[in-house]
């Protein structure tokens, strides 16, 4: 009988914590409010399938990185298929072998970029972030008259 109150004692002020963390998480959960914005997750399309050759990209924290390991167990997303990844607003960053560049999910789960980057990326105020170019190219994609120059 005392083993018992004093394990009853014990645990008492623990289970009075699991208890309200319950309470607390539940009552966040099942209030049926929306989570803030800046929680919310987006459904965020990323179509990379105008590269060729096909080869692999990712968005550093979301995706497997591309510099981890061996291309034949390689799980990160291959530039031949469309992903579609959860994301919350934020600042994110596209990562392929030859390119990357920084791009924003709003608060309302659109995409922005810079206008720098619009003669390879698309998508600008949607949900879908296309990917044209294996690398960025100065001048609008005109060669740079540097390598026009003879010795």
Known sequence: MLRDRLL???FHPLQGIVIGLTIISGGLASGGNPPPAHLREHLITIDATSLVP???WQVPGVTPSIWA????SLDAPKT???RQLSLKPGNYKFIS???DFPFTVTLDGTLEFSRSLDQCVEGRGTQTLIVRCKRMYPH???R???YDQTP
């Open 8 to 10: 009853r004692h014990c």
């Open 54 to 56: 096909t080869s692999w």
């Open 69 to 72: 390991s061996d291309p034949e």
């Open 80 to 82: 031949s298929e469309r």
């Open 97 to 99: 072998f030859t390119f």
């Open 140 to 142: 609008g994609g005109e």
């Open 144 to 146: 740079d008259s540097y």
